[in-house]
């Protein structure tokens, strides 16, 4: 039989946000006090039903973020920028790192008993001879992902070392590409919400991509409040799909029509090189580009044995997930 943790005092930053809105819907669930920090300006549709405090500011207010922490016991950092298309790169550093910095430096004065800060399964090195990437493989794609993957590396590294040199109680959850409902701001979902809407006639061939259940995602933050070791990452992701499963799986759930036709990758990186070719014409930023391509299918297969071993955590079937987040789609239209 599983303890209870006790009640807790938590603080979500980002709760706005798909990954922070779960986590802020499980911890109301289990009981816990919930504090949230948001912008004045967030949309905030994904947790307005939820009881919780609200605390304003933004990441360069030190007095708000030192009250928000104020008597808190955990802290859940779930803010991003996930812009990888800026043709300027600095707003991503900008928030990324220097304004987590910013955080770290508060929260290792908070008398925290945890930080679970979010990052990106985009740190994990790439695997070859059919392996599946872990935790502990050093990275080797430096370089390819762009601006955004070196934020959000820097980003990593940093909770990291707070947790080596400054004894900050922080862990960094690897998460993959979530999905599932209550997905009011669509990124990652974009194109199965496309597919649930019968509007992706087409997938590319051969791509494949780690995905995860949204809900498992915020299990995992909730898991590694209680269990994670200080100073560690665990990922965070579930399976290696491929696009099209992803797709016609989205698609059945509503009874949409899935994708016909497969597309060659090379096609994928013509539209992109067009689009960044656009971008720098128009001097606009556009949605998609090359880094984009490459990152839609970079990655290899990924081992979460080490968050099953250490924080319990036992995720279910993605698909599940990419069900319930079609039929949320749809009926949200």
């Not at 859940?76 to 910013?102: G, K, Q």
């Not at 001097?283 to 081992?303: E, F, I, P």
Request: glycine share 6%; charged share 25%.
């Amino acid at each position: 039989m599983t303890t209870r943790p006790a009640r807790r005092r938590v603080l979500v930053m980002g709760a706005s946000g798909f990954v922070g809105s779960h986590v802020t819907r499980k911890l109301v669930e289990r009981g816990d006090d919930v504090r949230v920090y948001l912008r004045k300006s967030s949309l905030t549709v994904a947790i307005d039903d939820l009881d919780v405090q609200r605390a304003y500011g933004d990441l360069r207010d030190d007095d708000a973020l030192r009250a928000a922490m104020a008597d808190r016991d955990a802290v859940f950092y779930c803010i991003v920028d996930t812009r990888f298309y800026l043709r300027d790169p600095a707003p991503l550093f900008a928030t990324n790192v220097e304004s987590l910095r910013r955080v770290l430096d508060i929260a290792v004065h908070a008398d925290l008993e945890r930080f679970v800060f979010c990052s990106t399964i985009g740190t994990i090195a790439i695997a070859g001879n059919g392996e599946s990437a872990t935790e502990d493989m050093p990275f080797n794609w430096e370089g390819v992902g762009g601006a955004y993957i070196e934020s959000r590396r820097q980003a990593e590294d940093l909770v990291l070392q707070y947790a080596r040199t400054k004894n900050l109680p922080a862990v960094a959850m690897c998460v993959s590409n979530p999905y599932g409902p209550l997905d009011w701001q669509p990124h990652q979902g974009m194109m199965v919400k496309a597919a649930a809407l019968g509007k992706m006639p087409v997938y590319v061939n051969g791509v494949s991509t780690e995905v995860v259940g949204i809900e498992d995602v915020a299990d995992a933050f909730l898991l590694a409040a209680e269990r994670g070791r200080n100073g560690e990452r665990y990922i965070i992701s579930e399976s290696f799909m491929p696009m099209r499963a992803m797709f016609e799986t989205a698609a059945s759930a509503v009874g949409a029509k899935p994708p016909r036709f497969g597309v060659p990758l090379a096609m994928l990186y013509v539209v992109g090189w067009i689009m960044s070719t656009a971008s720098r014409v128009l001097r606009r930023d556009l949605s998609m580009n090359v880094t984009g391509v490459k990152l839609l299918h970079m990655m290899s297969a990924a081992d979460h044995s080490k968050a099953t071993r250490e924080l319990g955590w036992e995720p279910r079937p993605t698909a599940e997930s990419i069900k319930r987040a079609a039929k949320f789609y749809v009926e949200n239209r």
